[in-house]
C-alpha cells in the first residue's frame, strides 16, 4: 500500500505567501499548563522560522486542558505575532491534541515539536524537506543516531533505549527513536492514518509510526542534537507502563489481522505493490551502472583468465557494490542493523546470478567453440539483465523485505 504524493512548493519563490493561502507547514506545540515555557519557546520558534525557514508555515499552540495561565498567554500571542494561532482543547492528551489540529489543518505537511525545545530547531528544514520533495511521507527525529549529539541523564537514556528495543523485538519496528518529540508527517498520509491510531496520548506517535511501517509509507529519520529538560513533568514510570499497554494492544490487532484490514481500507492501494514504483526506478539506474562496471572488469579480465572466472570475478565485485547500493538507495536501509545479514543473503543471490551468466557462457560455447569478443560480451550483457530481474525480486522479496509488511489475517 502506498500513496501517490501531492507536489508540494519546492523553492522560496514558489511558497511565497497568498492572500487566505493555506502555509505549507504547520508547526503544532501541544502544552499543558506551561505557562512558564510557552512564551519564550514560541518566540524562538517563531523567529527562526521567520529568519531561516524557506516556505510558508503556521506555528499552532494547542492547549489541552490546561487549568493555568497557558491559554491567555497562548492567545496574547496569537494577537501579537503573525503566523501564530492558539487552539484550546477540553481533554488532555498530546496524542488528542495532535490529531484535533493535524485533522482540522489546511497545511500540507504537519508537524510538531515539545514546548521545551529540547530538539535544536536546526533539524526543522530536514525534516520537513523530504516531505515537501515527496521523498518520504512521515519524517522523525532520532536521538540514537551516530551522529545526534544527546544530552540526558542515564534514567532517561536507558529508559527510552530499552523501549525502542522492545518496539523492534516485539513489533518488528525498524524506525530508530518512536518517541523523539520531533515528527513531521504529510497531510495526505495524516488524513488516511489518523482514523486508525486510537492512542490519545504519549503513545500516539509510536503507534503512528508503526501503522505507517505496515502500509508501506517511507519513513525519514533526522540525526538530532537534543537537551534533556530537568524541569520536564512527564512521569516516566507511568508514561512507559501506558506505552507497554499500548505496545500489547497493537500487537494483538496486527497478530489477529485487525488493523492490516484497517490499513486496507484506509490507506489508497496502488496498481504495484508497496513502493515499487520508486524502488524499480532507483534499481533501474543502480544495475545500468553496475553492468557498466562489469563490462569494465570483464573486458580486461578474459584474456588473462578465461571467460568463465572473469565472468566470475566481474559479478562478484559489482555484486558487492550493487547490494551496498540498493541497500541505501533503492530499499531506504542504513546503519549497521541487518549489515552482515544483508551481503550475506546478497552473496546468495549473487550465486544464482553467477549460475544464470555461467549457463548462458556455457551454452554459447557449446554452441560456438570460439565465440567473437563482443558476441560473448552481448549474451553475458542479456543474462545480466535476466539476473538483475531475479535479484530486484529476491532483493524485495527475501534480501530486503519489510519485517513488517501485511500479512494475512492467519498470519501465512
Not at 522560496?12 to 512564551?39: F, K, S
Not at 503556521?58 to 493555568?68: E, F, K
Not at 535479484?391 to 500479512?407: D, E, K, Q
Request: aromatic share 6%; charged share 20%.
Amino acid at each position: 500500500m502506498t500513496m501517490t504524493a501531492e507536489p508540494l512548493p519546492a523553492t522560496l519563490a514558489d511558497a511565497e505567501p497568498r492572500a487566505n493561502a493555506a502555509p505549507v507547514l504547520d508547526l503544532v506545540i501541544p502544552v499543558y499548563n506551561e505557562e512558564q515555557a510557552l512564551e519564550g519557546s514560541v518566540l524562538a520558534v517563531h523567529e527562526y522560522l521567520m529568519a531561516s525557514f524557506p516556505f510558508t508555515f503556521r506555528i499552532t499552540i494547542a492547549d489541552n486542558a490546561s487549568n493555568d495561565d497557558t491559554l491567555a498567554i497562548a492567545q496574547l500571542l496569537e494577537a501579537r505575532l503573525e503566523h501564530v494561532r492558539a487552539v484550546h482543547l477540553p481533554a488532555k492528551g498530546r496524542g488528542s491534541a495532535l490529531r484535533s489540529v493535524w485533522t482540522a489543518s489546511d497545511a500540507a505537511v504537519l508537524a510538531y515539536t515539545d514546548v521545551d525545545l529540547s530538539t535544536d530547531l536546526a533539524g526543522l528544514l530536514p525534516l520537513v524537506a523530504p516531505l515537501v520533495s515527496g521523498h518520504s511521507d512521515l519524517s522523525i527525529g532520532t536521538r540514537l543516531a551516530r551522529s545526534s549529539r544527546v544530552v540526558r541523564g542515564p534514567r532517561r537514556e536507558v529508559i527510552s533505549r530499552c523501549y525502542n528495543v522492545l518496539l523492534h523485538g516485539l513489533l518488528r519496528t525498524r524506525f530508530s527513536d518512536a518517541q523523539c518529540g520531533f515528527k513531521a508527517i504529510r497531510a495526505d498520509a495524516a488524513r488516511q492514518l489518523l482514523p486508525i491510531v486510537e492512542d490519545n496520548n504519549w503513545f500516539f506517535d509510536t503507534e503512528l509510526l508503526v501503522l505507517a511501517e505496515r502500509a508501506g509509507l517511507r519513513i525519514h529519520e533526522v540525526p538530532v542534537d537534543w537537551v534533556d529538560d530537568p524541569g520536564s513533568t512527564v512521569d516516566i514510570v507511568a508514561t512507559a507502563m501506558e506505552d507497554l499497554r499500548g505496545i500489547v494492544r497493537v500487537g494483538r490487532g496486527l497478530a489477529s489481522g485487525v488493523l492490516h484490514r484497517r490499513l486496507s481500507e484506509a490507506v489508497v492501494d496502488s496498481e504495484l505493490p508497496s513502493g515499487m514504483g520508486r524502488q524499480l526506478g532507483r534499481f533501474a539506474a543502480i544495475g545500468v551502472a553496475s553492468t557498466l562496471a562489469y563490462m569494465a572488469l570483464f573486458v580486461p579480465l578474459r584474456p588473462a583468465v578465461g571467460p568463465f572466472s572473469a565472468n566470475a570475478l566481474a559479478l562478484l565485485v559489482t555484486a558487492v557494490a550493487n547490494t551496498a547500493a540498493n541497500r541505501r538507495i533503492t530499499f531506504g536501509t542504513r546503519g549497521p542493523v541487518r549489515l552482515f545479514r544483508h551481503h550475506a543473503e546478497g552473496l546468495a543471490v549473487f550465486a544464482l546470478g553467477l549460475a544464470v551468466t555461467s549457463a548462458a557462457l556455457w551454452s554459447l560455447h557449446a554452441f560456438a567453440a570460439n565465440p567473437a569478443g563482443l558476441v560473448e560480451l552481448t549474451v553475458l550483457v542479456a543474462a545480466n539483465a535476466a539476473a538483475t530481474l531475479l535479484r530486484f525480486v529476491l532483493f524485495r522479496a527475501w534480501v530486503f523485505r519489510s519485517p513488517v509488511g501485511p500479512r494475512s489475517p492467519t498470519g501465512h
